[in-house]
């Protein structure tokens, strides 16, 4: 199957990144959807381990998923949340042709990519540079799950994801970094989350997830926190393929998977 552009002709479309969906589809009709966003710093993309052989789990799992190439620095703030935004919304308006639920459609991802799946559930309501029919579709993802994300700007955050998502003029403004700080801008009507993160991840400080999930219950928005004492940042499934062999810490996937059964009812 071929890859799926989210636009014939990009908004704000710089020449250097096609943004775009690489489908992992499940068999059977009207199956649940998830689109997968890999790390990187919005640098550059980790797709082996926070890309394919995460969407190959979730395939196995009954569920379509599709790994997403969004715009990176130095593309900035709005072209990173436009995609994300227009790829949610590409699958809900083709949802019968790619034989998906379009009320079943969730986003994770990792790091940095933990940040702009973030943004997907918090930002939902912004519209930015509509083009055509699918940007009038609702672009709320149903579920989110966040792995060892970037969340805040705050002294805790890490500063090259903020300054490569908003630009360094807007990563200078504390009006913007509050922007790209999720856990400020949490409301009630943000699907239910579920997070992991490690307590000895010396990259992305754990406090980014401590804050997310504070903010969540705050809100009354379902959540749910795994935090593991150890394991390194950039693990993705932790399965020895991609990453080290951690099977302690891989047990953050068949927790996942309890929860999008009990908590985000995908199945």
Known sequence: MDNIKLWKNPPLFSGRVVPDLKPFPAEGEK?????????????????????????????????SSYVL??????DHYPCQLMDVQRAIRTLRFHAEELSIDPNKIGIIGFSAGGHLAGSAAVHFREKLCPTDEIDEVSARPDFAILSY?????ESFGHQESVVNFLGEEKAADPKWRDFFSLEKNVTPEMPPVFIWHTAEDACVPVENALVMASALAKHKVPVELHLYPYGPHGQGQANGVHS????????????CEAW???VAKIF
């Open 31 to 63: 199956r649940p959807a998830i689109i997968v966003c890999p790390g990187g710093a919005y640098g550059f993309l980790a797709y082996d381990q926070e890309g394919y052989d995460c969407a190959e789990w979730f395939q196995k799992l009954g569920i």
């Open 149 to 153: 994300p970037v969340i805040s700007a």
């Open 260 to 262: 999008l059964r009990e």
């Open 69 to 74: 190439t969004y715009r990176l620095a130095p």
């Open 244 to 255: 080290l062999n951690l099977p302690y810490l891989n047990q953050w996937t068949k927790s």
